[in-house]
């Protein structure tokens, strides 16, 4: 039995489900990708987000679907093109890998997102965090999605000591994400809950534990910690 074994009872996940789903519901920002399940869409949303903030990806984000409103057509597409459209955006890697993946999925996979973890993985720029993201949010399937505002929540309510990015502690959190999607119903509400929490509210410095749905769940919480929690790696002295 691993530790989120041990952490969360039925009833346990019954009261998160519950609690951040309702708040979800009501007090989630109205983002223009959320409007979306469809897979291209919400693969290319995730990969503008990746070290971006929301308010500069949302103009980037509507030109981008309008001058590629598919997988065939953004595979069509000179690199150049797919280049000038993302101009600003920065980290210009993404644009060239989201250009080869669309290309693979034309050619190995009929334009259509694989819908097994695995074979998304595979695909250029796609890591474990885009897969989980388009994987429930598109598919409804029980698929883990652990970013840093997931990441963050999830030390917290667990009291999970150590240094996230490690191995053992980085572990945890994934065994803990992996039990909270199993049996949740809708796994793209309860992804994109916990990411919204920790976006909102679970914030990396003073949290607004007034705000939280789930206080009373919380570990870090009841224990004081929730200014210490998690434990971050030490940045190198410049």
């Known amino acids: 039995m691993n530790r989120a074994e041990e952490s969360l009872s039925v009833e346990r996940r019954e009261a998160l489900w519950g609690k951040l789903l309702a708040w979800y519901a009501e007090h989630r920002r109205d983002l223009p990708w959320r409007r979306e399940t469809d897979p291209y869409a919400v693969w290319i949303s995730e990969s503008m987000l990746q070290q971006t903030r929301v308010s500069t990806v949302i103009p980037y984000y509507e030109r981008f679907l309008e001058r590629f409103p598919s997988v065939s057509a953004l595979a069509a597409a000179e690199v150049d093109e797919v280049l000038g459209l993302w101009s600003g955006l ?53 698929e883990r999605l652990v970013d840093g505002n997931v990441q963050r929540v999830l030390a917290r309510w667990f009291a999970i000591e150590g240094v996230v990015t490690k191995a053992g502690p980085r572990r945890i959190i994934e065994e803990m994400a992996s039990a909270l999607v199993d049996g949740v119903g809708d796994p793209g509400s309860w992804n994109q809950a916990l990411m919204e929490l920790g976006a909102t509210v679970c914030l990396p410095q003073a949290p607004s534990c007034e705000d939280c749905p789930v206080s009373s769940e919380c570990a870090a919480k009841a224990r004081g910690l929730q200014s210490v929690l998690p434990e971050l790696a030490a940045k190198p002295t410049p």
């Open 90 to 142: 920065g980290y210009y890697s993404r644009a060239r890998r989201l250009h080869a993946a669309a290309v693979q999925l034309v050619e190995q996979h009929g334009g259509e997102f694989p819908r097994e973890r695995r074979a998304a993985e595979a695909l250029p720029g796609v890591g474990a965090y885009t897969a989980g993201a388009v994987l429930s949010i598109a598919y409804g399937l029980e």
